[in-house]
């Protein structure tokens, strides 16, 4: 079978046409495989649903019962069968449930990483170097300049700015998915046994954690604490929520953000943001090229992000690389919801 016998791009996202099947949809089909609980890659509205537990429970608590017609939960390394296509979900590192697909027909072994990260994380299993004929890697941050910073090293410069402004909140701007529970795991890592206080958009997601046994000790919610409870303490919220009115009840805030964006000062500058925090839950240059080296294949296809840069990267280092414009996906590590 030729890979793109496998796999083909349309609007809707990524098509198999043997198994009948699309990966993250951007728009409702009648079988799709969801690598992971990001709402550009976790639509509702299909009929039938193949993911993780866990990203069905997060899709369940995002959209309701009804999200799919029916869903298939599946764990990682089991492999299902598709209509003559074998498909097995493999860690991929990037927010809990999160998965890599291996698809496997007609002696041809293709991987759709989804999006991922090699960076370790306590918070999800680690992602897993697969072997395969076919690459499809995504390429937010797919540019040299992009080398994120070591979780708990940037966690500590936030302790710095504590103790330098022990009375100023410090407001950090996190992803509700994913990086609100890193931030939390790696702060209680470094030894920080303050309560962490959040903004109401990321209770759910962050209790739905703590139910997987990530406790992230003690949390409270914004809205239940007097104000001056706040002063010199750590408040996460989504990157949004930093500049609208909800941010003025901390008189003069410590604005932050952990994001991959936050390398380019510019960007940093440019939101208004004080501390920035180099945290990303998407593999850097470094970890992108690296993983293309490790998977062996001889053709990468390269999706969502800068996909130029990696492909010319591939293309050089003697391997066939194109790019597949599948539009429809955020840069969600900034300010998607
Ligand atoms: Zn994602
Ligand atoms: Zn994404």
Not at 19 to 26: H, K, L, S, V
Not at 114 to 123: A, F, I, L, Q
Not at 323 to 334: I, K, P
Request: include cysteine; charged fraction near 20%.
């Amino acid at each position: 079978m030729r890979p793109d016998e496998l796999i083909v791009p349309t609007p809707a996202g990524l098509f198999c046409p043997p198994g009948g099947f699309y990966i993250d949809p951007t728009r409702p089909v009648e079988r799709a495989l969801i690598t992971h609980a990001h709402s550009d890659h976790a639509r509702p509205g299909h009929a039938a649903v193949a993911a993780t537990g866990e990203t069905l429970d997060l899709m369940w608590l995002r959209y309701g019962e009804d999200f799919a017609g029916t869903a298939q939960a599946v764990s990682y390394g089991e492999r299902i069968g598709v209509d003559g296509t074998r498909v097995t979900f493999c860690p991929a590192g990037h927010v809990l449930g999160s998965a890599q697909i291996l698809l496997e027909a007609g002696g041809l072994r293709l991987v759709v990483t989804g999006d991922y990260k090699t960076e370790r994380d306590p918070t999800c299993a680690p992602f897993e170097r697969l072997a395969c004929d076919v690459l499809i890697t995504e390429a937010t941050f797919a540019l040299p300049v992009f080398r994120h910073g070591k979780a708990p090293r940037e966690i500590e410069k936030l302790l710095r700015s504590l103790t330098l402004f022990p009375e100023r909140t410090h407001l950090i701007g996190v992803y509700a998915l994913g990086k609100a529970q890193r931030v939390i795991a790696v702060l209680r890592e470094v030894g920080y046994d303050l309560p962490i206080y959040l903004h109401g958009a990321l209770e759910a997601t962050t209790r739905y954690y703590a139910t997987r046994g990530l406790d992230g000790g003690p949390i409270a919610a914004v809205r239940e604490v007097p104000r001056t409870a706040l002063a010199g303490a750590i408040v996460l919220c989504p990157p949004a929520a930093l500049h609208d009115v909800w941010a003025r009840r901390f008189g003069e805030p410590v604005k932050s953000l952990a994001s991959g964006w936050m390398r380019l000062r510019a960007r940093a500058r440019q939101r208004g943001v004080e501390l920035p925090l180099v945290i990303s839950d998407h593999a850097d240059w470094e970890e992108l090229t690296a993983t293309v080296a490790a998977s062996g294949a001889g053709e990468i296809w390269v999706t969502h992000g800068r996909e130029d840069a990696l492909v010319h990267w591939s293309v050089t280092h003697g391997l066939s690389a194109r790019a597949l414009n599948v539009a429809g996906y955020g840069e969600e590590d900034e300010d998607a919801p």
